[in-house]
Each structure stands twice: as C-alpha cells, then as structure tokens.
C-alpha cells in the first residue's frame, strides 16, 4: 500500500483506523497531509518519530486507543504545525493522576497545539495551555474561527 498511497502525493487527509497497525515505519511519505488518523490500533511511543518524518505539514492527528504510554514522546513533534491532537484511550493518560498536567506539558512541547481530545469550545477551555480569562476567550474565539473556516473550506476532501 504504501507505492499506491505515495501516488497521491496531494494527499491532504488519511483515516487509517482499526487497521491493526502497530507500526508507521513502513508508512507513506506524504509530505502534503493534513489530517491522519490511527485511531485504535497498536501505535506506540517510538512511532511518533514517523508522524514528524513523514507528515511534516501536519494539522490534526488522531492516535486516540493506541500504546503511547509517554508524555515525553511527544517531544518530537514540536517543529510539525500540529494543533488538534486526540489521544484519549492511551496508557498515558491512564497512568497518570492528573490528565490536565499531561495535556499541559504537551502543549508546551508543540507551540502550535490548541486542542487537545476534545473539540467542543466549551471543553477546549478546560485543556488550554494558558489559564488566564482573557486567553481563554481570544483562543476560543481562534477555535470558533477555525471551525468556520473548516466547514466553508472546498479544498478539504476525505478519502475514508
């Protein structure tokens, strides 16, 4: 698969959910992508090294329901333009006490991270990095711009 996918090298989003992947070693360099997801499979820690190779335009990722078990790992996607991140389900947030320490560290690990697990406005206010009043209400007002642009954007198309 990964010839034919390197094909569409326009490529913008990739769903490659319950696939039973558990490795993005041998996956396709798809340096236009913007969107993957791998949700539910075996991904693990040493994996993210690959999202960074691989997808360096990347916007949102998806590796909720996989084996990322460290907080440090993702240390390595801080030079990616990466701003929605979903990883609930991971061991990571299983073995730590408070979920909003690690969604506070990996903020401050990728600068361009403004949501983590949630896309709601209302619950993007519990996970933003910063905690002050005023910069929760100009960066969820970012988020309600992003969404607006999202759904009046016809250049997205989804291969699902």
Do not use: W
């Not at 319950?18 to 070693?25: D, I, N, P």
């Not at 801080?78 to 991140?85: F, K, R, V």
């Not at 009043?133 to 009046?152: D, G, I, L, P, W």
């Amino acid at each position: 698969l990964k010839e034919t996918f390197e094909l569409y090298h326009n490529l913008i989003h990739l769903s490659m959910n319950q696939t039973y992947t558990f490795s993005l070693k041998l996956f396709p360099k798809l340096p236009s992508l913007r969107i993957l997801e791998l949700k539910d499979n075996s991904i693990s820690d040493k994996d993210l090294i690959y999202i960074k190779e691989k997808y360096p335009q990347l916007y949102s990722l998806d590796i909720s329901d996989n084996l990322i078990s460290k907080v440090m790992s993702f240390n390595v996607l801080e030079d990616i333009p990466l701003s929605i991140l979903k990883l609930k389900g991971n061991p990571l947030l299983e073995n730590i006490s408070n979920e909003s320490k690690a969604y506070k560290t990996i903020s401050q690990m990728i600068p361009t991270l403004e949501i983590i697990d949630d896309t709601s406005t209302s619950s993007f206010k519990l996970y933003c990095a910063k905690s002050s009043k005023e910069t929760v209400a100009k960066q969820s007002n970012t988020f309600s711009q992003m969404k607006k642009r999202r759904r009046s954007n016809p250049e997205i198309i989804v291969i699902d």
